[in-house]
């Protein structure tokens, strides 16, 4: 049967009670499996029910997030929220037993030791008695969600969605981006009140959690939901540490080189995406011309990416365009039984529509060929080395950059896109750091958080400077990112990422092709192999490494300087 186009497709709502039936029938199969083909029979036919319950759960949060004002789409999102735990209970059961299986070492391997490590992780992560918080927790998310994406901000005589405004960030007028930041900064100051009882309810509900399992605070169990296998916060503060070192100096370096660019005294907040006095490079076309010359960039890429992307194109699997009530950023899901990803994104005119539009393909060719074969969960690596595929894809399409930009802009665009990133590293850092203080510290008042926040700028972001914007001043810069409030502990994993794709871009500057094998490779490997396992593969030194990061920062500093 043809795969449908993405627009019509369905698949039923699970009911929970044959869903607990299913699981019921494979509790018994795994207890009385006679041998290990038993055993592995039973692993295989719950990896198909994972399938069809997993397809359901990522099709709800896509149509919620297509539509946030949609009351269908509301009503399903808040269905899932509610039963996703006693999901979660059933799956976790399943995977204890299968830990606890005398024929465990035959299943690792058959299916590679990475599947059951993941499981430990997972395992210890949920109990029946926190079934209530998850689904409060997940409330709170969705609830960030809808209120972000309501969002209406006047400006210049036009109401505008908060990605909507994102493109007036880099006007090349300075009073016309700074009345756009004014404007986020005003809403985001006017909502602060819900956005603090947001966010302080999560972290009540996260640290219950946290101890209910057992752990001393949401920081351990934050690491195990995370899936971290072979490091912890002790290596993560350490890459911190680092970045104080080695990528602060050179930021603030930049930041003057960019004001003198763009003939100002001080960068100022609303400067910051702004490094040409006449403005940005924009692509030089709307969201149809840019997928077409995607088609020609990665028809003379190759490596598989020219009929993946045909294939996306055709059956409707990208959402790129910004509207009203849809959900602001970006991501990249993979339906499993459909066998293929979907791409969301909200396009605004900006570079920023080439930069998220490649990174989110690197995700998805990279699930589309993890997919193919081996258990579901295997597909995705962990999300630190997921980034290495997106980010990684950014660098590789640096050649084709004129067919966005044209000849004249397209080394520009390298640059700012290099500088981007660079300056990123500290803001990155500064995202995870401040969850660590938060967590530690999970008593601490609203105003006790902007405190912790303002706090770590004047350590790893000193060029950041907001005048007047109320939000910024007041310390609530952090409450504009969304993975603080829905995927606590996430963003770190850029910034190891990071270090991967400039390397990518390394070995891409000396044989493209070459860098193209490597990422393909890297991309098949899906999650079989743990963070460090993966990198090895592909050659790649860890982030943790001793001298990583300050060995890509001093190509980086002599391509830019």
Known sequence: ???????????????????????????????????????????????????????????????????????????????????????????????????????????????????????????????????????????????????????????????????????????????????????????????????????DNQVKVRDGMARTLGYENFVELGYQRMSRIGYGPVEVRAFREEVLREVVPLCQHLAGLQAKKIGVDRLMHWDAEIHLSGGNPRPLGDHDWMIERAREMFAEMGHGLDGFFEELTSRGLMDLKSRKGKGGGGFCEYLPLLAYPFIFANFNGTRSDVDVFTHEMGHAFQVWLGGKRGMSELAWPTTEACEIHSMGLEYLTWPWMDLFYGEQLAETLRKIHLTSSIMFLPYGVSIDLFQHMVYENPKASPQERNAMWQEIEQTFLPWYDYGDLPAEKDGRLWQMKQHIFGAPFYYIDYTLALTGALQLWQKSRTNHSTAMETYTNLCEKGGRLPFSGLLKSANLKSPFAEGCLKAVIADARAYLL
């Not at 499996?33 to 295989?44: G, I, K, R, T, V």
């Not at 990522?58 to 789409?73: A, G, H, I, M, S």
């Not at 209120?147 to 007036?168: C, F, R």
């Open 1 to 199: 049967m043809a795969t449908p186009h993405f627009a019509e497709y369905t698949v039923e709502t699970p009911v929970l009670a044959d869903i607990q039936h299913r699981y019921s029938i494979l509790f018994r199969r795994i207890d009385q499996a006679p041998d290990f083909e038993s055993c592995l029979s039973a692993l295989e036919d719950w990896d198909q029910l994972f399938k069809e319950v997993n397809e359901w759960n990522l099709l709800v949060q896509v149509r919620f997030y297509q539509d946030t004002e949609n009351p269908k789409f509301k009503d399903d999102q808040d269905y899932l929220d509610d039963i996703w735990p006693k999901y979660t209970d059933l799956e976790t059961q399943i995977k204890r037993k299968f830990l606890e299986s005398p024929f465990l070492a035959d299943l690792e391997k058959a299916k590679g030791p990475q599947l059951f490590a993941l499981w430990q992780k997972k395992v210890s992560t949920f109990d029946p008695q926190i079934e209530t918080d998850l689904a409060r927790e997940s409330k709170l998310d969705s609830e960030y969600t809808a209120l972000t994406a309501k969002a209406q901000i006047s400006l210049n005589g036009k109401d505008l969605t908060l990605s909507e405004l994102g493109a007036y960030f880099e006007d090349p007028n300075r009073e016309t981006r700074k009345l756009a930041c004014l404007g986020k900064s005003r809403w985001f100051y006017d909502n602060g009140a819900e956005l603090d009882r947001i966010y």
